[in-house]
């Protein structure tokens, strides 16, 4: 009796997993590892080798070993071919007969054997040209295109220039003085009034005003209430305020 | 009297020092209409200019080889020297392509513009890592989508060209005489199977 197979047990070194062909099985069936990423023909490749490396006859349990690693690989094709042909969107595996099926995955066996054949002569090439050595860099930026000027007049150059440096108008700030009576202005008014009368009406006090100058007379009774020279009163809102002063 | 080397100055000499000196500064192989525009002459005048420095700079007689390569021409190190050349400088560009990547090399140099749901069809396998590695190494590059919103399309670039010496794409060999006949791989299969048979 030979070296046993086991289906199973087989180890595997691919792009995508490296381990027993078992453990695979379960990371697919888990959805952990992507079977578009898993090379089929690697897998098969590693079996066959196996096969070739077996010593002895052919036993019926070994045959039985082959046939389950046919069933497996064959459902292996199946689920990625779904997979493969699901994502493009392109072609519904179920949707065609046997023969069609037959004729799509020929010619795309026959496709790759043509890119394999491409593969091998780059690979060829490349070991070919490895005594080939060549500068290679970033390409450096062009230089900038030369501007053409036209003919020019010196005298016109400089007058254009004259324009330039001539000094700027100064600019006018008459937009900047106080269009409104300063707050100290109506303290003194308001203080002064409270040493005639010992109240007085702000309404009335304030007639005649802009509404700039009345607003600024109000913030000059805030400041005085707030100083605690004065006391305000108003019967209700928007009333006249009344003013007197503080005890 | 002081003995002097002289130039030879007749103007093809004048313009073959120039294409020279562009030629050396060049990282890149440089087309005949860039060689001209740069060295202010005709594209006529350059091609002569360029078969004489093809003369002097040929391997056996100089360290630096020209050569028609890439759609253009580029120095490059004399074949004898590549040991010398490998202990000095790393070539990243070559270095460890894998076969996933050489069978995706393969498919956008020969089929390109291709995206990488066509590349995945091809090979069976998901190209995304081969793709990216290929991109990083500046053997291919994007090239519009498949119609508006698809999928981004790739195709080789002139490093790739330069890389595999070949002076453009058509000197690519023809897939039919590569891949050979189908027959004939039907008979080796038969072969195979006979043998196993016996």
Redesign the interface.
Same mark, same amino acid.
């Not at chain 2, 580029?74 to 190190?77: I, N, P, S, V």
């Not at chain 2, 330069?162 to 010496?165: C, D, I, Y």
């Given at each position: 009796m030979g070296q046993a197979l086991a289906v199973r047990d087989l180890d595997l070194d691919l792009d995508a997993f490296e381990g027993p062909f078992d453990l695979l099985l379960t990371l697919i069936l888990k959805e952990e590892l992507g079977l578009p990423e898993v090379d089929v023909a690697e897998i098969v490749i590693a079996f066959v080798e196996r096969l070739e490396r077996r010593e002895g006859a052919f036993t019926p349990a070994q045959l039985e070993v082959c046939g389950e690693f046919l069933v497996l690989v064959a459902a292996l094709l199946e689920l990625k071919a779904r997979e493969l042909f699901h994502e493009e969107g392109e072609l519904d595996v179920e949707e065609l007969d046997p023969d069609e099926a037959a004729l799509e995955l020929a010619e795309r066996l026959a496709e790759y054997r043509r890119v394999k054949a491409g593969a091998l002569w780059l690979e060829e090439r490349l070991t070919a040209e490895s005594d080939r050595f060549f500068r290679l860099g970033p390409a450096p930026a062009a230089p900038p295109p030369v501007r053409r000027l036209a003919p020019q007049d010196p005298a016109r150059l400089a007058a254009a220039l004259r324009v330039l440096a001539a000094e700027p108008p100064a600019p006018s700030l008459s937009h900047m003085p106080l269009r409104y009576p300063p707050v100290t202005q109506f303290l003194e008014r308001f203080r002064a009034a409270l040493r005639r009368r010992r109240r007085f009406v702000f309404d009335e006090e304030v007639d005649g005003l802009s509404r700039i100058e009345q607003a600024v007379a109000f913030l000059a009774l805030l400041e005085l209430r707030k100083a605690g020279e004065i006391k305000l009163g108003q019967p209700a809102p928007f009333e006249p305020i009344s003013v007197w002063k503080a005890a | 009297m002081q003995r002097q080397l002289y130039l030879v100055d007749n103007p093809v000499d004048r313009l073959a020092r120039t294409l020279e000196a562009l030629l050396v500064i060049?990282? @890149?192989p440089l087309a005949v209409e860039e060689l001209a525009q740069a060295a202010a002459a005709g594209a006529e005048r350059v091609e002569t200019a360029l078969g004489l420095l093809a003369g002097r700079y040929r391997e056996g007689r100089s360290g630096i080889v020209l050569e028609r390569v890439a759609g253009g021409y580029?120095? @490059?190190?004399a @074949?004898e020297? !590549?040991e010398a050349?490998?202990r000095l400088?790393e070539?990243p560009? %070559?270095r460890g392509?894998? %076969?996933?990547g050489?069978?995706t090399?393969?498919?956008v140099?020969?089929?390109g513009p291709v995206s990488r749901?066509e590349i995945?069809?091809? @090979?069976?396998? !998901?190209a995304d890592s081969a793709v990216a590695g290929l991109c990083e190494r500046g053997l291919i590059q994007e090239s519009g989508r498949d119609g508006e919103g698809g999928a981004i399309r790739y195709r080789t670039t002139p490093?790739f060209e %330069?890389?595999?010496?070949l002076a453009g794409p058509e000197e690519?060999?023809s897939?039919?005489d590569?891949?050979?006949d189908?027959e004939e791989?039907r008979e080796r299969l038969e072969a195979v199977a006979a043998r196993r048979g016996a």
């Open positions: - | 060049a990282p @890149r580029a120095l @490059r190190a @074949r020297a !590549a050349c490998a400088v070539r560009v %070559q392509l894998s %076969q996933a050489l069978e090399l393969a498919i140099a020969y089929l749901p995945a069809r091809i @090979r069976g396998v !998901a490093l %330069q890389v595999f010496g690519l060999p897939l039919d590569l891949a050979g189908g791989l």
